[in-house]
């Protein structure tokens, strides 16, 4: 089960890089297409060459920074909805999804993403000003390959644990009872976790 988990994992990773191979080779062609339609001076021609070796370099530099980051994947269902969790594999770090956040915020998706445009230069209250410009998304599938439970991602974007806490109390201390709620059950199990690790309690 595992080998074949691994088989599809390397299946899809490769199917990503030669895309990605594919998008330079075109480029490439492309502009050697441009050079030789130029009827200019050599000193043009050389100078258009080095852009264009430039241009190569920039996209094997993007591809050798691709990083392939696995995550387990939990869920809980709230309301009717499936509310997504996942975790990073090797540190540990964790967050979830847009939609889950914005169930437990109590809010609609598009409340969160406005709130994210206003973070980009201010904090709009106490609780998110360690947020304001900061990159608050755990993983994207943008700048990384997200491998979740053995299989590709896709299009997913991640927001980190703390982050989430913080949008949550915003919305609490502005009156919304279903991020009090959610705020109340994380407060609960952070002082349980608090005291375990007081009293040396583990499993």
Not at 143 to 169: M, P, S
């Amino acid at each position: 089960m595992v080998l074949a988990q691994s088989a599809v994992v390397v299946e899809s990773l490769e199917k990503r890089v030669k895309e990605l191979e594919s998008i330079v080779h075109k480029q490439s062609q492309y502009l050697d297409k441009f050079i030789g339609y130029l009827n200019l001076e050599d000193r043009v021609e050389d100078k258009m060459r080095y852009m264009m070796e430039q241009f190569k370099n920039e996209i094997k530099d993007s591809l050798a920074e691709l990083r392939t980051v696995e995550l387990t994947k939990g869920s809980l269902e709230v309301a009717n909805d499936e509310l997504e969790f996942y975790t990073v594999n090797a540190t540990g770090e964790s967050g979830m999804s847009l939609s889950a956040l914005a169930k437990l915020a109590g809010v609609s998706k598009q409340a969160l993403s406005k709130l994210e445009k206003t973070l980009s230069t201010k904090a709009p209250s106490h609780y998110l000003q360690s947020h304001a410009a900061q990159d608050f998304t755990l993983s994207t599938s943008e700048r990384n390959i997200l491998i979740v439970d053995g299989r590709d991602a896709g299009n997913l974007t991640i927001y980190k644990a703390e982050y989430c806490g913080a949008v949550i109390a915003h919305y609490a201390m502005k009156g919304n009872q279903t991020a009090f709620g959610s705020m109340a059950k994380f407060c609960s199990m952070g002082i349980t976790k608090w005291i375990q690790g007081i009293t040396g309690w583990s499993k």
